[in-house]
Nanobody, 111 residues
């Protein structure tokens, strides 16, 4: 069955960096577009970034220039490099493809 397992979250001060990973299994990873979403406390889940099977990337305006999505098809792993983190980036970050979701990893950014 499809599994998406996020890791790499944690607590960091504003201006810091984190790299999230999403280990995928149960499907042909390289054949699917992949996305990162996030949900802050009391807010709706929002799309952060998407990478297509052709490595085309798209970002939310709020993270453009600070976050980088990438994929390693040989390792069936999705990444999100997050730099210049801000307190408003605090959220649970989820890996997604099609109708499948991971359980999320918490990122906390303190000022």
């Amino acid at each position: 069955q499809v599994q998406l397992v996020e890791s790499g979250g944690g607590s960091v001060q504003a201006g810091g960096s984190l790299r999230l990973s999403c280990a995928a299994s149960g499907f042909t990873f390289g054949s699917y577009d992949m996305s990162w979403y996030r949900q802050a406390p009391g807010k709706r889940r929002e799309l952060v970034a998407t990478i297509t099977i052709f490595d085309y990337t798209k970002y939310a305006d709020s993270v453009k220039g600070r976050f980088t999505i990438s994929r390693d098809n040989a390792k069936s792993t999705l990444y999100l490099q997050m730099n210049s983190l801000k307190p408003e980036d605090t959220a649970v970050y989820y890996c997604n493809t099609d109708d499948y979701w991971g359980k999320g990893t918490l990122v906390t950014v303190s000022s």
